[in-house]
């Protein structure tokens, strides 16, 4: 059986950084404090100059893992192919790119790169021997929305399984798993002047089993009667938007199981009896003991994004929240104590 | 979505230079979750009361020693905006904001890595200038 292991990605503290309530210190303190034992942290957010950070910034990050006593588990690394406004980057450009990423990667100490989705499949080949030298594993994310019948995203898998090498993988994002719409992208929409109609046309999607994207999807578009009720910019944005929350069966991993390194576990709004809205965390993780996973699952906050002009920032209370259930769940499944 | 990461408050100020007023300042956090070198913002838009201030009229910094108007920028890729660090944005305009009340409107577009549109925010904030 597995031995499923829990993180936090600084990510979900990125509104306490931005506007200075918390130093990356306070983060690491924070979750030290939680009994947080592993992060994920995205260098491009909180390392400045990266992939070139000072000495400076390096040994304080040396330090902060030192006192903290945090496993610095995975760096989200992201690949400027529009770096330039009149062209996009060549194929040596984009490998000389990630080659500093994997350095930088294994100078924090970490031995995991998520590479955001739609990275060419072209870079993975010539980075192997990099990989390998640095011991860092590349692992495309496959996000809710560019998932695994994108095209891009298949060519990286298509690539991936024909090197099959170790150092090349897969990390999930769980917003592939929505029952529901998140309710606090819909509220954040609707005061923006999102039409309840088309709110309730999205949720009634969720309702029936299917998501937005496969909608659309199938009917080349919005379909006609989407369509009718769109009369306001809220309107569209809210619909286009949509098709970023998926609703897969888990099975659709079965065949990616030996792949994947890494599991983002996304959080829209935990609720008040202790569950995330959209997301079944207990099934998830159901499959993912049964499959015999043995990686990190990273909480992942993205309702900060959906935060009403006004109300409080939650961050620190939805990631304990969070961390409490999938703890929790772990615990059930696993019967041992699990952080 | 980034909107509230637009137009720090009381940030917008007129710039005094050898005692006459050349324009003004204000600063602005990214609209984005991560930094990006310079040449990956796409556009920055200012209005004052409605009025459209001329592009070129316009200059960035992300440490107040080295400044590029909109176009310069364009290959700007050493200097980095971080996230969590406010962009400078500079307006040239002789005798800058007159006394009063303002209505400023800050537009901040950049490029970002995977999505296919630029992420867009935008701000409108009452400025009073004594």
Not at chain 1, 113 to 134: D, G, N, Q, T
Not at chain 1, 138 to 157: C, M, N, R, Y
Request: glycine share 6%.
């Amino acid at each position: 059986m597995g031995n499923i292991k829990t993180c936090v990605s600084l990510y979900s503290l990125q509104d306490e950084y931005l506007n200075k309530r918390m130093s990356l210190e306070d983060i690491f303190k924070f979750l030290a404090e939680n009994k947080v034992e592993g992060i994920e942290i995205i260098p491009d957010q909180m390392l400045h100059n990266t992939p070139h950070p000072s000495e400076e910034t390096l040994v304080e990050w040396d330090r902060l893992v030192s006192i903290y006593k945090m496993k610095p588990v995975i760096a989200d690394v992201f690949l400027n192919t529009n770096l330039y406004k009149n062209r996009e980057l060549t194929k040596k450009e984009c490998v000389d790119l990630l080659i500093e990423e994997i350095k930088l990667a294994n100078r924090l100490g970490i031995n995991l790169i998520r590479l955001v989705s739609m990275v060419p499949a072209f870079v993975i080949e010539p980075l192997l021997p990099y990989a390998e030298k640095y011991n860092v594993t590349l692992a495309l994310e496959i996000h809710a929305g560019l998932s695994f019948d994108v095209p891009k995203t298949q060519e990286f898998i298509d690539e991936m399984k024909r090197l099959n090498s170790p150092y090349v993988g897969l990390v999930i994002d769980a917003g592939v798993f929505c029952k529901r719409l998140p309710r606090v992208m819909a509220d954040y929409c609707k005061h923006l002047g999102t039409n309840q109609e088309v709110i309730d046309y999205i949720n009634d999607i969720f309702a029936q089993g299917k998501d937005p994207r496969k909608v659309y999807l199938e009917n080349g578009g919005f379909p006609d009667d989407l369509k009718k009720l769109l009369k306001s910019e809220a309107d569209h944005f809210f619909a286009h938007f949509a098709d970023g929350y998926e609703n897969e069966p888990y099975s659709i991993l079965d065949e990616y199981m030996p792949y994947i390194k890494h599991f983002h576990f996304k959080l829209f709004e935990m609720t008040e009896n202790g569950e995330e809205y959209s997301i079944d965390y207990k099934g998830l993780l159901q499959y993912l003991h049964e499959k015999g996973y043995d990686g990190y699952v990273s909480t992942e906050y993205e309702g900060n994004r959906w935060v009403l002009p006004g109300h409080p920032m939650v961050e620190k209370e939805q990631v304990l929240a969070h961390q409490a259930l999938i703890r929790n769940v772990i615990k059930d499944l696993e019967g041992q104590e699990v952080y | 979505m980034f909107d509230n990461n637009v137009f720090l408050e009381n940030t917008c100020k007129n710039i005094e230079e050898a005692s006459k007023i050349t324009g003004f300042e204000l600063k602005t956090n990214i609209t984005y979750y991560r930094g990006i070198p310079l040449s990956m913002v796409n556009d920055i838009r200012v209005e004052v009361d409605g009025e459209k201030i001329p592009r070129e009229n316009i200059s960035c910094s992300v440490d107040e020693v080295d400044w590029f108007t909109l176009d310069e920028m364009e290959t700007v890729t050493t200097y980095k905006w971080e996230y969590g660090e406010p962009l400078l944005v500079r307006v040239r305009q002789d005798g800058g904001l007159s006394k009063g009340t303002h209505q400023v409107a800050l537009d901040v577009i950049v490029r970002t890595a995977y999505i296919p549109v630029p992420l867009a925010g935008r701000k409108v904030r009452t400025v009073e200038i004594a």
